[in-house]
């Protein structure tokens, strides 16, 4: 796999190129971007996933909803509709896309939204439910919206510094880019990240000078959906484990950490669950000893829910190590001024 992706790096070459183009053009004013005067947070990266955008996403929401009038805008990845759509509850992850009916489920004192189109879809947001406060969902690349401020997101362990483009790397535009980024998050942290193990990433991201912080994911301690219990009693379980987002592996850890007896089934990013899915899930689940359950992330818990009433689901959350949420806080109160 790595053979074949640097024999076309010919084609990286070729795409890095035609979005440094791009890029410059809009750093020009060539190409328009639009200046809102809602404030917008735009949150994303510049590799193809799995850096941890719906946490910080939702991290983001808990933190302004009780002072702002809050909305998430985003494309809806995948999903079946197009235009613009104002979330609610007949929607399906299939409709509006499995992270916006995450969010619209999760958090009720706000407005989320899809659409392709980011620039009219804030202006069709600011007509209809008049936010304080925009939040746009994965779109870094987005250059034809102005942000407030713009966070820019990297895993600790596959640093953007350290990739190439697509399709011999994982970056959709160079590592360049960052420069448009006001905060950097080194996302996904282990725990106890040290402060020696932090100067040397914050080393590798000297060159852009940016405001940077560390963060790591937490498990609930409570698995919800239809199995309502303590996390630390799934070792008493058979689990199937079922994910279809980009990076799986902390999850598996952590089971694994906890002494879980788990068999995972692992699918692709966004997957969309077919009926042959569904039913080969159902006869794995049916063969396992009792006790069990079936167990899945949050994100997949959208898009299983009504096909598989069995499903249990573990949520997550983002938080600041070194206690920085306040100084990362700060940063975002201060470009909503």
């Given at each position: 796999?790595?053979?074949?992706?640097?024999?076309?790096?010919?084609?990286?070459?070729?795409?890095?190129?035609?979005?440094?183009?791009?890029?410059?053009?809009?750093?020009?004013?060539?190409?328009?971007?639009?200046?809102?005067?809602?404030?917008?947070?735009?949150?994303?990266?510049?590799?193809?996933?799995?850096?941890?955008?719906?946490?910080?996403?939702?991290?983001?929401?808990?933190?302004?909803?009780?002072?702002?009038?809050?909305?998430?805008?985003?494309?809806?990845?995948?999903?079946?509709?197009?235009?613009?759509?104002?979330?609610n509850e007949?929607?399906?992850?299939?409709?509006?896309?499995?992270?916006?009916?995450?969010?619209?489920?999760?958090?009720k004192n706000?407005?989320?939204?899809?659409?392709?189109?980011?620039?009219?879809?804030?202006?069709?947001?600011?007509?209809?439910?008049?936010?304080?406060?925009?939040?746009?969902?994965?779109?870094?690349?987005?250059?034809?919206?102005?942000?407030?401020?713009?966070?820019?997101?990297?895993?600790?362990?596959?640093?953007?510094?350290?990739?190439y483009v697509?399709?011999?790397?994982?970056?959709?535009?160079?590592?360049?880019?960052?420069?448009?980024?006001?905060?950097?998050?080194?996302?996904?942290?282990?725990?106890?990240?040290?402060?020696?193990?932090?100067?040397?990433?914050?080393?590798?991201?000297?060159?852009?000078?940016?405001?940077?912080?560390?963060?790591?994911?937490?498990?609930?301690?409570?698995?919800?959906?239809?199995?309502?219990?303590?996390?630390?009693?799934?070792?008493?379980?058979?689990?199937?484990?079922?994910?279809?987002?980009?990076?799986?592996?902390?999850?598996?850890?952590?089971?694994?950490?906890?002494?879980?007896?788990?068999?995972?089934?692992?699918?692709?990013?966004?997957?969309?669950?077919?009926?042959?899915?569904?039913?080969?899930?159902?006869?794995?689940?049916?063969?396992?000893?009792?006790?069990?359950?079936?167990?899945?992330?949050?994100?997949?818990?959208?898009?299983?829910?009504?096909?598989?009433?069995?499903?249990?689901?573990?949520?997550?959350?983002?938080?600041?190590?070194?206690?920085?949420?306040?100084?990362?806080?700060?940063?975002?109160?201060?470009?909503?001024?």
């Open positions: 796999m790595k053979v074949l992706r640097f024999l076309l790096f010919p084609f990286t070459v070729l795409y890095d190129f035609v979005t440094r183009i791009r890029n410059l053009f809009f750093d020009i004013g060539f190409f328009k971007s639009t200046a809102f005067e809602t404030p917008i947070v735009i949150v994303g990266n510049l590799s193809l996933g799995g850096t941890g955008k719906t946490p910080q996403i939702e991290y983001l929401v808990r933190m302004l909803q009780e002072s702002f009038r809050v909305s998430i805008l985003s494309r809806g990845y995948k999903r079946s509709s197009k235009g613009f759509i104002l979330v007949t929607h399906t992850a299939q409709t509006v896309g499995d992270e916006p009916l995450q969010y619209y489920r999760k958090f706000i407005h989320v939204a899809v659409d392709a189109n980011r620039v009219a879809g804030i202006s069709k947001l600011m007509a209809s439910v008049k936010p304080e406060v925009i939040l746009l969902d994965d779109a870094f690349q987005h250059r034809k919206v102005q942000g407030s401020c713009t966070i820019l997101l990297t895993k600790w362990d596959a640093l953007f510094v350290a990739d697509v399709p011999t790397g994982n970056l959709r535009e160079g590592k360049y880019g960052a420069k448009r980024a006001d905060i950097i998050l080194v996302t996904k942290c282990p725990e106890d990240f040290s402060i020696e193990q932090q100067a040397i990433v914050k080393q590798k991201l000297s060159r852009f000078q940016k405001k940077i912080f560390f963060t790591s994911i937490s498990y609930a301690k409570t698995i919800l959906g239809a199995d309502k219990m303590q996390t630390a009693g799934l070792k008493d379980f058979n689990v199937l484990l079922i994910t279809g987002i980009a990076n799986p592996t902390p999850l598996s850890d952590y089971l694994a950490g906890l002494g879980v007896r788990f068999h995972h089934l692992k699918f692709g990013d966004h997957h969309a669950f077919s009926e042959k899915d569904i039913q080969s899930i159902q006869t794995k689940f049916n063969a396992m000893e009792s006790p069990k359950m079936m167990l899945t992330t949050e994100k997949d818990y959208v898009r299983l829910v009504d096909v598989l009433t069995a499903v249990s689901y573990l949520p997550i959350e983002t938080f600041f190590l070194n206690n920085e949420e306040q100084a990362f806080e700060a940063i975002i109160a201060k470009s909503l001024k």
